[in-house]
DNA sequence: TATGAATGAGGATTCATTCAT
DNA sequence: CATGAATGAATCCTCATTCAT
């Protein structure tokens, strides 16, 4: 069998047991048994746990910004694209769960030479909100446009809010309340944010006191 | 040395230990050295590394809540209340790095039964501020209450915003742009979210189409 | 049983596996079970492998230099001295054979870090040596003393061949012929270098052509 | 490319590799990649790693052997013979130190099939040192042949101070004093023992007591 | 109350060796 | 003639956990 299809057997099963067992309790030999093949060549493909557990994150923070990007047509207006973004990011997050959980949980756990790989991917993803948000503010013909550090703020928390609903949309999955769909998701989040958006741009300001 | 001191020693040496190294990366033994005490002791007061593990969730959770209640005054009006909660979630957050890594991480990365632990304070949380929401819909003279589903899924998003922030907060300490403040965090959730919450309330709505 | 002790159990059974097999073949399994003791508890009181086979390093060349020095009188004339501390070294060699082979084959033969050990020894011995050439010049009445580099390549040289000699006295062990005893070999090497040296200092010297 | 060819390259790889790393640390797939050529091939031709070293040990044993017989002309009185023959050992062990600590160091430290190997090549090298010794007797008109067992052991030792002596100028080599050459080891060891050789046959013997 | 001594079980990693092509 | 693909068997090391005192 040649080497490309067996690296990505194994690199499947071993993004499968990082998310559901975590890094440290995932072991070789069971992602080597997922994979059908025998340990040794896992080490002869893949170098070792930390370097697989690497190109894991990278295959899937790869996979993830592809979803999101190719759902987003730079034509449309802001509110629209953002709209198109968080769709598709719900739903390839509630589609690839244990990528998700690679992701979201595992990678951000378990040492700075890995969380930084997802901070790439995260700061990829909070530019590209940042950047919709201040296009909004334009054609929303704002007088000024808000200080950088309030339109990363906002960036941050928009983006904080869409992975925290991705969790919830994926665990609600087995429960009676019936799962909660990527559209749905979206739907709260721009709500949540887009109408207060516009205030905030107005210049609506809500402050202690 | 009366049990109990011995035992909050173990138990800040153990959240210490679990929030930077993680769960399974702690070892028993470095805790107990931490702790200044010796292995049998920890098993003998605490009986394994998962009830350790537990009760450490435990107690920083109920810390956790407990500094969040503290800080509202109910007969405050929503928005007040609202404010006075981040504002003490976030400094919470930021003062205990270790016990807020262990509620945040490391507890949801670890396996059903830890995670059911946070879970529950979570729910606390996210019912709390499902209560505001509501209270400030009534304050507000909404026509008629948003649907309990749309309260859940805004608390949600707004519950993980905060901890999202909260993240930004805590790592943003050592950057060169100056630390991110916990009034700063909670001013712009609030621009973020009651800005727009109100809007909502008011049946405006951002709708795809 | 009191730490010190099973330190001394684990040792030996290191020395004695070490001096056979060689470092590499050695297992930690066999030394424990040789020990008498678990594997872990090796690990728990020695650390590693490769501290535990430098450890015998040192012990074992601590062991043949206090052999050595023991037996030499240093009020007796040179040729005496040489002869106590000759007969002590091949006396001792063959007294722990699975030392010597650490001393002289394992540890030279499996990189710088032991090697270096061993070196530092070797050192010792050959400075003593080379100050029993010279105090046995003066004794002599030589005209002038030896080169520093003639005598440090005859401290050497004699150094070497006593080492040789060991190696053959050790395996002649089990030979038919007899065993060769220390003193026997002492001898050998008194005849082979004494006299030569003796003649050496009078200023006849070999050269080709 | 003929077999002969890739068998040598092989071999030339092998023995620069156990010679560097050790029996034990040296692994298959770093010597089929020094010589060019895949893993299969190798055991195609040598077997086993076992009968790969063995063939390097005798290959090395056979060229060492040479290289002294070829220097040494059999009309030449024993002195002159011996001379030249430690020249030329001293000169090829430092020409090829790799094969030089295969058989000194790793063919003698990994198991009796190895030592067997070169206890050969040495008994010939004894042998030969012998007879020049025994040759030398008769030259110098001794009156009765010393023991057999004085001329082994003599032998023994002389050939041990050599190989000794390989060692230090091979070692030597990267030192601030300058190197050592053939000649000035093969010198040293002639003043050493020749000069003294002579008083011996003589008759004149140093004894304890 | 407190600990020094001890271990069973398991995990990452490497290596000599063999097929099918 | 030559190799890419594959593995069984060890080996080093760590860790949660328990006695005897």
Redo the contacts between chains.
Sequence with gaps: MPRAVRERQMMDAAVRTFGRR????ASMDEIAELAGVSKPLVYLYLHSKEELFTACIRREAEALLTAVERAVEPELPA??QL?AGLTAFFAHAAEHPDAWSVLH??A???GEPFALEVAAMRGHIVAFVAGLLEAAAREAGSPGPPGER?VE??A??????????A??VNESEGESGGA?SAK??A??????????????IKG?????R
């Design positions: 975590g890094y440290r309790a509110d629209r709209w949980r595992q951000r756990t378990h309030d703020g906002l941050q928390a928009l983006v904080g809010a869409a992975e925290s609903l969790a919830w909660v749905e998701a739907a709260t989040l721009m709500n949540f944010a887009w109408v207060g958006l516009g205030d905030l609506e300001r809500w402050s202690p």
